[in-house]
């Protein structure tokens, strides 16, 4: 299981963020479990600007190992923002800067000389839409191996597509189609098939960017069931909208609001009990 | 005359417009209106216009041949006599007596009173022209506005109205395409008739000139459109190699590594490569690019022509980069933003991104740049005239100089000729194996586009 340190246990370094001015609220900190024993991600004074916006304020947060962590909030809170900052997909936006710490196993990601090919080899992404390459489903799973020189011999290709399928379930219904475009799949099918080729470059960290939001119940109730398992293996960071989402598939869950960390949370005491005026409007629904 | 009488039809929709605006607007006080009163207006000026307007265009058209057949039934029954080319001269000395137009005269002792016939016909039907017309128009105004009521469904005729004027539009397009065609298919017939058809699609010789010498015999051997065609297609490909790299790197560059600045002055610079006119091209390639190709063969020990092949078809290939460059940006650009994100995510860099992610999903967009690039390739005249020559040489040397069917056409309609002449005549055949040509292609690109449409959706 995870560990989770208690807020007192690390008060050298005991970050209460402050927040500068913000409309509604002064002064919030963010209070509850933001770091944990041994994290795999730490993200230490995280800022993010789009040209003049600020979109991040100094956010401090850690994923821990096996651990999914749920990042909720109102729309245009940060919690995406936040997520790309992690395997540098911010780099491709025009005019964004990240500031602060960002470090993987100890190591900055930001830093001049940290490669982002192998850093994205190493955290994996899924998107809000599914978006399978218009390719076979084959090649769809081969990308990241191909183009990161992990497979040798075309049977050892086979061999990554297949257990990659297998760990995101989609082998039963597509072993028989393998070369069969992608784009032919069912939106829950193609969701999953980009969850196994994330998968199958072996990441240590998945990023997933409310991956259900596209899909019906029970391609959702998939997808949850799959996250629950990948926890075996991977880290997992998952934005979600959905509060029952982020109830029943995360340990951990990060309240954020406009640009702020509110409140982070062990997800069943954060559901039942927040802390923070803010959280508690938020999950009861009274805005957001 | 006519052009004041389409001058009155119109004042007369105009008011009818009004007209019925204004009375459907009275309407409207109080009163829930079925069409809004600018459509009332419309379908009075739709009434006005449209049924006296056709009525005067057929009265144009109608006009010469009904009046023409009154006078000739009123001449003597020499006339009559007359063989058929003499008849036809007769007529036109009528005419031109009527017109005014003294020229010789063959003294036709009916010509002078056929003459004033005509006259006074052409000035009655014109005079019965205006009274018809303006009856018609006038009286649709009275009739149609007399119509405007609360609940009459004028909104309805004015989308018919629409609905027939786009329907004529399209039929428009397509009859001409049609017409194109036929026109091309019956001329090409009667050239071969003259030159049999496996003669003219495998013969290696291409010489029409010879057949205009009467003494020999009519086409011997040539009319082979082989060197031709050999000449276009070498001339395609040569211009393709130049701008299909060229152009799609460009285009690459523009849609994806450009920053918006360099972007917004390069393309449009880029593009005005498509507004020069072809002519200015011919002189380039002749004056400048010819002679440094030929200086540039000789010093390497290469026997180059003073126009060649491949002088020709490097302009064309620089005349042809602005279609493909613009064309494959677009698709590349319209590749969606999550396919992209999708790869880098995996780790991919930018250049792998492009090659494995974007351009299989740009593919179909880029192979009809391509298609089109060819086409517009395979339609050039003005260089190859004035770069590549007009001897018809069976060659794959781009070295040589060779010639293309826009051209051979050019020479075929240039000077006199008649029309029963089989150089003439070849323009058609030639213009006819180049539109199936151009057919195959499409039909070809079309295939490739649909096997991988929907790839990402």
């Known amino acids: ?288 | 005359m006519t052009i004041y009488l389409l001058a009155a039809i119109l004042l007369v929709s105009l008011s009818g417009f009004y007209i019925g605006k204004n009375r459907a607007s009275a309407l409207v006080v109080g009163a829930r209106i079925q069409s809004l009163p600018q459509y009332h207006g419309l379908r009075i000026a739709l009434w006005c216009g449209l049924p006296a307007l056709f009525l005067l265009g057929l009265w144009v058209v109608l006009e010469p041949f009904v009046i023409q057949s009154l006078v000739r039934n009123s001449l003597p029954p020499e006339f009559f006599n007359l063989s058929g080319d003499e008849a036809i001269l007769a007529m036109m000395e009528i005419s031109n007596l009527a017109q005014g137009i003294v020229g010789t005269q063959s003294g036709l002792p009916y010509a002078e009173q056929a003459a004033s016939l005509l006259i006074s016909m052409n000035q009655l039907s014109d005079y019965a022209m205006i009274v018809v017309v303006s009856v018609v128009s006038l009286s649709a105004l009275v009739v149609a506005q007399s119509k405007v009521t609360a609940d009459f469904p004028a909104l309805e005729s004015v989308e018919k109205a629409f609905n027939v004027f786009i329907f004529l539009s399209s039929a428009v397009a397509v009859l001409t395409t049609v017409a194109i065609v036929l026109s091309l298919l019956f001329e090409s017939f009667k050239f071969f008739e003259q030159v049999p058809l496996h003669e003219f699609l495998f013969g290696l010789k291409w010489n029409p000139q010879i057949a205009i010498r009467a003494d020999q015999g009519a086409s011997t051997g040539a009319f082979g459109a082989v060197p031709v065609f050999s000449g276009t297609l070498l001339i395609a490909f040569v211009a393709i190699l130049v701008a299909g790299p060229i152009g799609l790197a460009s285009a690459v560059y523009f849609a994806e590594y450009a920053n918006p600045r360099v972007r917004d002055v390069a393309k449009p610079t880029l593009e005005l490569l498509a507004g020069i006119p072809t002519v200015v091209y011919g002189f380039f390639a002749a004056l400048t690019v010819a002679p440094l190709v030929r200086e540039l063969g000789l010093s390497l020990g290469l026997a180059v022509e003073a126009r060649s092949a491949l002088a020709a078809g490097i302009v064309m290939g620089i005349m042809i980069i602005p279609f493909i460059s613009s064309l494959a940006d677009d698709v590349i650009t319209a590749v969606p933003q999550s396919l992209r994100e999708g790869s880098y995510a995996m780790g991919a860099t930018q250049s792998e991104t492009i090659k494995y992610v974007i351009f299989p999903a740009a593919l179909p967009g880029i192979v009809g740049a391509f298609l089109l690039a060819i086409s517009r390739a395979i339609g050039e005249t003005m260089i190859v005239a004035m770069a590549a020559g007009l001897n018809a040489n069976l060659t794959a040397n781009p070295l040589e100089n060779v010639t293309t069917v826009t051209v051979q056409i050019v020479v075929a309609l240039i000077g006199d000729q008649e029309f029963d002449d089989p150089k003439t005549l070849s323009a058609f055949a030639l213009g006819l194996i180049l539109f199936f040509m151009t057919l195959i292609l499409n039909v070809f690109a079309l295939m490739i586009v649909k096997r991988y449409r929907e790839q990402y959706e």
């Open chain 1, 1 to 288: 299981m995870i560990e989770i340190s208690p807020p007192s246990k690390k008060s050298e370094k005991n970050f209460t963020t402050r927040l500068e001015s913000v409309d509604e609220f002064d002064r919030v900190e963010t209070v509850g479990e933001m770091f944990v024993d041994r994290p795999k991600v730490s993200c230490l004074g995280v800022s993010v600007h789009y040209g003049d916006k600020q979109a991040l304020f100094n956010i401090n947060l850690d994923l821990g190992r096996n651990e999914v962590l749920a990042l909720i909030g109102p729309s245009g809170c940060g919690k995406t923002t936040f997520l790309r900052c992690i395997n540098r997909m911010n780099d491709t936006i025009e005019g964004c800067r990240v500031d602060g710490e960002i470090k993987i196993e100890g190591a900055e990601i930001n830093h001049s000389d940290a490669d982002v090919v192998s850093l994205r080899s190493k955290v994996g992404m899924v998107f809000q839409k599914p978006n399978p390459f218009p390719k076979s489903i084959f090649d769809n799973i081969a990308y990241g191996p191909r183009i990161h020189g992990l497979s040798g011999p075309k049977n050892e290709l086979d061999d990554i597509v297949e257990a990659a399928l297998k760990r995101a379930g989609l082998w039963e219904e597509v072993s028989d189609r393998l070369h069969t475009p992608a784009t032919g799949l069912s939106g829950g099918q193609q969701q999953r098939l980009c969850i196994a080729r994330a998968i199958a470059v072996n990441p240590e960290v998945i990023l997933m960017d409310e991956p259900c939001s596209a899909l019906d119940p029970i391609a959702t109730a998939r997808i949850e069931e799959l996250i629950d398992d990948l926890r075996e293996k991977f880290t997992i960071a998952i934005v979600t909208h959905s509060m029952h989402q982020a109830a029943r598939v995360s340990q951990r869950t990060a309240y954020f609001h406009m640009g702020h960390l509110v409140e982070v949370g062990v997800t069943d005491q954060m559901f039942t009990n927040p802390r923070q005026r803010l959280t508690e409007d938020y999950i009861t629904g009274r805005f957001g």
